[in-house]
T-cell receptor, first 117, second 114 residues
Framework: NAGVTQTPKFQVLKTGQSMTLQCAQD?????MYWYRQDPGMGLRLIYY???????DKGEVPNGYNVSRLNKREFSLRLESAAPSQTSVYFC????????????????FGPGTRLTVT | RKEVEQDPGPFNVPEGATVAFNCTYS??????FFWYRQDCRKEPKLLMS???SGNEDGRFTAQLNRASQYISLLIRDSKLSDSATYLC???????????????FGQGTILTVHP
């Protein structure tokens, strides 16, 4: 049981390049999330997918797109990378259902450290 | 004002000490809370969930004060391995078709020294 996996672990991009960050979970969770973590800013939600087939914007969606490929996989795409997107990106999943308070604990992948020069 | 605020620290304590962190939240509709632990350059991992007034797990105790809108985390008998950043998280908004959202604080850095 690997939990949440992310690839790649590290990436350096030049301004304007594109790339896709991959995330997969094997816990049969409904919901998946993409966060970025910057010093002094805490974790900020970029996009989330409450269930297979749906995606919604989070707090900081500009410059990103997502695809919920199936229940296991949720990818994040940077179409034209900018230095402001230098950050650590975390994918997470949770067993969340609408209207339920319990089991909203999120499980995180190991992160992708992205540098845009 | 940030929705979830924590004292960033750092807190430097000797082994065996008791240390407490506070976290305040501004949205009175927040329904449940979590403490996550994040080691340097690693992913956050769930430490405790707080759904009612509090929770205890071994050396760790979390308390929730809804009237004052704060959550605390108490660590007793600190170990070197407790050195990490502790993230306070508030969950708001589930109901009907809403999935709600999690809001993370910036984190409190704890260093436990010999």
């Amino acid at each position: 049981n690997a939990g949440v996996t992310q690839t790649p672990k590290f990436q350096v991009l030049k301004t304007g390049q594109s790339m896709t960050l991959q995330c997969a979970q094997d816990m049969n969770h409904n919901s998946m999330y993409w966060y970025r973590q910057d010093p002094g800013m805490g974790l900020r939600l970029i996009y989330y997918s409450a269930s297979e087939g749906t995606t919604d914007k989070g707090e900081v969606p500009n410059g990103y797109n997502v695809s919920r490929l199936n229940k296991r996989e949720f990818s994040l795409r940077l179409e034209s990378a900018a230095p402001s997107q230098t950050s650590v990106y975390f994918c997470a999943s949770s067993e969340s259902l609408p209207g339920y308070l319990a089991r909203y604990e999120q499980y995180f992948g190991p992160g992708t450290r992205l540098t845009v020069t | 004002r940030k929705e979830v605020e924590q004292d960033p620290g750092p807190f430097n304590v000797p082994e065996g000490a008791t240390v407490a962190f506070n976290c305040t939240y501004s949205n009175s509709a927040s329904q449940s809370f979590f403490w996550y632990r994040q080691d340097c350059r690693k992913e956050p991992k769930l430490l405790m969930s707080v759904y009612s007034s509090g929770n205890e797990d071994g050396r760790f105790t979390a308390q929730l004060n809804r009237a004052s809108q704060y959550i605390s985390l108490l660590i007793r008998d600190s170990k070197l391995s407790d050195s990490a950043t502790y993230l306070c998280v508030a969950f708001t908004g589930a109901g009907g078709t809403s999935y709600g959202k999690l809001t993370f604080g910036q984190g409190t850095i704890l260093t436990v020294h010999p």
